[in-house]
């Protein structure tokens, strides 16, 4: 068995297990402990530096600035994001969730949630919330200092029902609802180059697969000037047909 086929092989055996963290890193307080994390469809990691605790009704009732790294949400797109504007559809950068740092990317932002947070509480509750206030300003209220700089601070949410505040960023349900929301409109094309059944071609690998080298990749086809594709193919697609699924499980 090749080697992307034995990726593939043992992400379906403990797939179980995506989005846990280690107990070792967890016990040891490891900020980075969602690095080490089997990652689920539809996701990535994201470094954050403030949390934002959200009532039901959207307001903003605390913030603070934290240091540790976790599991989003994300979309092909926003996976492999570099100049071009590209909201993640839940966490993300400052700039994306709060309008006053940048209109253009919050609207994008709230685009992308309104389409999918349905009727969930939760999801509603941070829509209403980067809607209708500004995160900076709240930061400022809370005794939290901001800076033109922290433009691209990673922001995460915890909502706050009843007397509960629920973390979204561990919220399994929100994950899920993430993943059943990528596969609803999906239709089987055929197979991939590993023989897995296509129905999203991709061609925007994950990075991050060696963390000293963030752009660090195990597949791309990105060959397209001068000796394109050493003259064997005439476009990206020819070259590498793989199905987005089978692209995030082999990394």
């Known amino acids: 068995m090749s080697l992307f086929g034995n990726l593939l092989t043992t992400y379906e055996i403990i797939q179980g297990a995506s989005g846990q963290t280690p107990h070792s890193a967890e016990k040891d307080g490891d900020a980075d402990a969602a690095k080490k994390a089997l990652i689920p469809y539809g996701h990535t990691t994201l470094p954050v530096s403030l949390s934002v605790l959200v009532g039901v009704n959207g307001c903003i009732r605390g913030v603070a600035k934290i240091k540790r790294t976790i599991i989003i949400p994300c979309t092909e797109e926003s996976m492999g994001r570099t100049i071009k504007p590209v909201p993640h559809p839940l966490f993300d950068q400052l700039q994306y969730v709060d309008s006053e740092r940048s209109p253009e990317k919050t609207s994008m932002y709230l685009q992308q949630l309104a389409k999918w947070k349905g009727d969930d509480a939760k999801l509603e509750a941070v829509f209403r919330c980067v809607s209708e206030h500004s995160i900076s300003e709240a930061a400022a209220h809370y005794g939290v200092e901001l800076t033109d700089k922290d433009d691209k601070a990673g922001v995460c949410f915890e909502v706050q029902i009843g007397l509960e505040d629920s973390d979204l960023s ?33 061609t925007n690998f994950p990075k991050k697969v060696v963390s000293s080298d963030a752009n660090a990749k195990l597949l791309s086809a990105n ?3 001068n000796f394109t594709f050493r003259g064997r193919f005439s476009s990206k697609e020819q070259a590498l047909l793989v199905d987005s699924a089978s692209s995030q499980k082999i990394n």
């Open 223 to 225: 060959d397209s000037t």
């Open 170 to 202: 561990n919220d399994v349900d929100i994950r899920n609802r993430w993943i059943a929301y990528l596969q609803r409109s999906q239709h089987k094309l055929g197979k991939d180059i590993f023989g897995e059944d296509l129905y999203t071609p991709t």
